[in-house]
């Protein structure tokens, strides 16, 4: 079956680059989009941005200019930068696969790994 | 503050029916049928139940139901269950001059 692992540095100093990589298994990279999501604490989930195969990415508005990702078919992943990162970037970043009902729907997620920016 | 406005929580006793309500504007719930539900239990992720504001994916209950009537989309859990407790979030297009995928806030179901 469909699966996804992120993975990252789970602490980040203020200023610095957050930096994260989904593993993908049990499909094709290349046959679906690609997103990534977070949630902090407590709170409610907030959509980052997401990535198709050939490298074309959309992102979140609020985070458009500090967001980079990016696709490795011959790795099977895909990754996310966040730069800049403060403590309001404190949260679980979870990976995901867009649906093909729309790009709007995330029908496969990852576990979520837990990124926390403190000095 | 979400973009989408849910009830913080929500309970019900097994066997009832609950229905969680999720309002935004006309320039995204009332004006596309791109709305979909997620579940979520406590430290885990997130799960897709319901997409195109009534469709259900392979292998949700069809005791999960969804609707919509202008700016507000609406999720039906019927026949209550004590597993279905967990956080519920929806989620719609928000347009093409806005962000294009938002979320409610999320609100707690409680099932007594």
């Known amino acids: 079956q469909v699966q996804l692992q992120e993975s990252g540095p789970g602490l980040v100093k203020p200023s610095e680059t957050l930096s994260l990589i989904c593993n993908v298994s049990?499909?094709?990279?290349?046959?679906?989009?690609w997103s990534w999501l977070r949630q902090p604490a407590g709170k409610g989930l907030e959509w980052i941005g997401r990535?198709?195969?050939?490298?074309?990415?959309v992102y979140n508005p609020s985070l458009n200019s500090r967001v980079s990702m990016s696709v490795d078919t011959s790795k099977h992943e895909f990754s996310m930068h966040l730069s800049s990162v403060t403590a309001a970037d404190t949260a679980r970043y979870f990976c995901?696969?867009?649906?093909?009902?729309?790009?709007?729907?995330?029908?496969?997620w990852g576990q979520g790994t837990l990124a926390t920016v403190s000095s | 503050q979400s973009a989408l406005t849910q009830p913080r929580s929500v309970s019900g006793s097994p066997g009832q029916s609950v229905t969680i309500s999720c309002t935004g504007t006309?320039?995204?719930?009332?004006?596309?049928?791109?709305v979909s539900w997620y579940q979520q239990h406590p430290g885990k992720a997130p799960k897709l139940m319901i997409y195109?504001?009534?469709e259900r994916p392979s292998g949700v209950p069809d005791r999960f139901s969804g609707s919509k009537s202008g700016n507000t989309a609406s999720l039906t859990i019927s026949g209550l269950r004590t597993d279905d407790e967990a956080d519920y979030y929806c989620?719609?297009?928000?347009?093409?001059?806005?962000?294009?995928?938002?979320f409610g806030g999320g609100t707690k179901l409680t099932v007594l």
């Open positions: 989620c719609s297009y928000g347009g093409p001059h806005n962000l294009e995928v938002m």
């Open positions: 006309s320039n995204d719930v009332g004006d596309y049928n791109y």
């Open positions: 195109d504001v009534t």
């Open positions: 049990g499909v094709s990279i290349r046959s679906h989009y």
């Open positions: 990535i198709y195969a050939t490298g074309t990415a």
């Open positions: 995901a696969r867009v649906s093909v009902a729309a790009v709007y729907y995330f029908d496969v």
